[in-house]
């Protein structure tokens, strides 16, 4: 395993590209030629198109593929143990980075976000949702001042959610996660408004796509590629 203090970062921006249905979107080539400039992140199934620039990739225990090892650094995160989760799930995956989800406390439970993005604490607490639970934190603590995602959209409809890929394909994965349970979605939307607050006290631009199928707070700008 990798030291998250070992990390050399020399770019200062970062887009992050998820699931969600708005992936679809934009033009590969054109993420291709941005990363000249900026740190590529990749979540789960994301890394297949992408996988030639992505500099970190991320994955939990849900809708597991393996993930075939290029230039990132593979980062887990995950309520299992480590050694459980690859007799089960993840068999000989390879981990740069791994963190155990061991506090229920959820997101929207802190007043102060300081102790969240702890870099000693980051993976730690609860989400709901891997962008919560891992990814945010790590990339905050990389030191980024900008951050744009793509794919991650949320829904305004409770106990649904949508991917770039086709919902058969997703139920034919490793541990394929369960429809989010009631509240979720609006709680997810809820946390992204606390987010952008949280980022802007510390400086952090953050922006998402702008797309129909972005369900984000709305104080968080949306912009084109």
């Known amino acids: 395993m990798l030291k998250f203090e070992d990390l050399k970062i020399k770019k200062n921006k970062c887009i992050i590209l998820a699931c969600g249905p708005s992936l679809k979107e934009i033009d590969p080539n ?18 297949f198109q992408f996988q030639d620039v992505s500099d970190f990739h991320f994955f939990n225990c849900n809708n597991f593929i393996k993930y075939k090892r290029n230039k990132a650094k593979i980062i887990c995160c995950s309520s299992v143990p480590l050694e459980y989760g690859k007799k089960t799930i993840w068999g000989d995956q390879e981990i740069d980075f791994f963190y155990q989800i061991t506090n229920p406390k959820k997101f929207s439970e802190f007043n102060n976000l300081d102790n969240y993005f ?26 980024v001042k900008e951050i744009i995602t793509i794919g991650w959209d949320s829904h305004d409809k409770e106990g649904y959610f949508e991917h770039f890929y086709d919902e058969e394909k997703r139920k034919k994965m490793k541990n394929p996660a369960n429809l989010p349970y009631n509240g979720e979605n609006t709680e997810s939307i809820k946390n992204s ?16 796509l702008k797309s129909e199928k972005c369900f984000l707070d709305n104080s968080i700008e949306r912009c084109t590629i």
Do not use: A
Not at 30 to 47: A, D, N, P, R
Not at 120 to 142: A, D, R, T
Not at 195 to 200: A, D, G, P, V
């Open 30 to 47: 054109k993420i291709k030629k941005m990363s000249e400039e900026y740190l590529i992140v990749t979540i789960k199934q994301s890394y």
């Open 118 to 143: 702890n870099k000693s604490n980051f993976g730690s607490f609860k989400g709901p949702g891997i962008m919560f639970e891992i990814v945010m934190p790590f990339v905050y603590n990389l030191g």
């Open 193 to 208: 408004k606390k987010l952008k607050s949280y980022f802007n006290k510390h400086k952090v631009n953050l922006k998402c």
